[in-house]
Structure formats: C-alpha cells, structure tokens
C-alpha cells in the first residue's frame, strides 16, 4: 500500500546534470529515512545519499561534492541532484524510504528504478 516512483533518469555527457525524483504514496503515516542507491550492471547495489527526516545527509564518498540529495516532508519526495556526472555514475538509481504503516509498524519501501546512462 506503499508506493515509491522514480523520475528523472536518461542520457547525458559526462560532466552534465540530471535531477531525480521519487515520490512516496500510499496508506502510511510518516516516513523516517529516505536515500537513494544504485546498481551497475554486474555489480552490487551501493547507498548513494540518505537524508533523516530532520535533514541530515551522508553520501557515499566517490559522489561527495558531486550529488546532492534533499527532500520534501509535505510532497512526500526525495530528490538526488547529480552534477559533474562521470560515466561510472550510470546505473540504475533507485530510492528507498522506511515508512510507518496504520499499525504503527515501519518497514523500508523501494522503488522500481530509473536508469542513468553518463557517456563519455
């Protein structure tokens, strides 16, 4: 009953821009931790950015400097702002939220993943 959708992906240069969105719907009373991973073709999903309710950040060291991730209590929304993309950025980028269900329980959401192509 908990949805999250992915916006913002594509093709672009290395050393362009692309903005991501996700947008968590549903049933669900609240939402703790967002954060957006990605995964390469062959590789392990990483954690990219996380953001606390409060505000807090943390990124992954290659992408420091680089991303930034913020968020939007009242639209439910992340976002990852990726700037200087280098061609090791292209994965798929997906985003994860811990919601707290009607019954007061809370359990992480994902989403289903937008592609990110950097070409060099």
């Known amino acids: 009953q908990v949805q999250l959708v992915e916006s913002g992906g594509g093709l672009v240069q290395a050393g362009g821009s692309l903005g991501l969105s996700c947008v968590v719907s549903?049933?669900?009373?609240?939402?703790?931790?967002m954060s957006w991973h990605r995964q390469a073709a062959g590789m392990q999903r990483e954690l990219v950015a996380g953001?606390?309710?409060?505000?807090?950040?943390n990124y992954e060291d290659s992408v420091k400097g680089r991303f930034t991730i913020s968020r939007n209590n009242i639209k439910n929304t992340v976002y990852l702002q990726m700037n200087s993309l280098k061609p090791e950025d292209t994965a798929v980028y997906y985003c994860k939220a811990r919601a707290v269900a009607l019954d007061g329980s809370s359990r992480d959401y994902w989403g289903q993943g937008t592609q990110v192509t950097v070409s060099s």
């Open positions: 549903g049933r669900f009373l609240g939402i703790y931790d």
């Open positions: 953001i606390s309710r409060g505000g807090t950040t």
